[in-house]
């Protein structure tokens, strides 16, 4: 967190700034930039993650994760979302409101 406050620009505005471009832009850092790294973590998902098991979602945004979590047919349990920015929180919401954790605005 530290290192967070010393950043030239306010963390959370950058999050507000750049909200709604952040599902538009998903496919670049999933298909080109990280793909391997998305690999993984579908891998660790199915592979890793118990049956029922608990998922806490730290950073998560608008619920990337979670998308990821169902596209996959992972059987989770419980799901908490969270994420210091109110507007990527507003967009998991409205997408998985069938889902009652798909953003908590909770802070340490």
Do not use: C
């Not at 998902?45 to 730290?58: E, I, K, M, Q, W």
């Amino acid at each position: 967190m530290a290192l967070l406050q010393e950043a030239p620009i306010s963390v959370p505005s950058l999050y507000r700034a750049i909200v709604s471009y952040d599902e538009k832009a998903a496919f670049i850092w999933q298909d080109r930039l990280e793909h391997g790294a998305y690999v993984a973590l579908d891998r660790a998902f199915l592979t890793r993650l118990p049956a029922g098991g608990r998922v806490l979602d730290l950073g998560g945004g608008t619920g990337a994760n979670l998308e990821r979590l169902r596209a996959l047919q992972v059987w989770f349990g419980s799901y908490e979302g969270v994420d210091l920015s109110p507007g990527m929180l507003a967009q998991a919401r409205a997408k998985f409101k069938d889902v009652a954790t798909a953003g908590s605005n909770r802070r340490t």
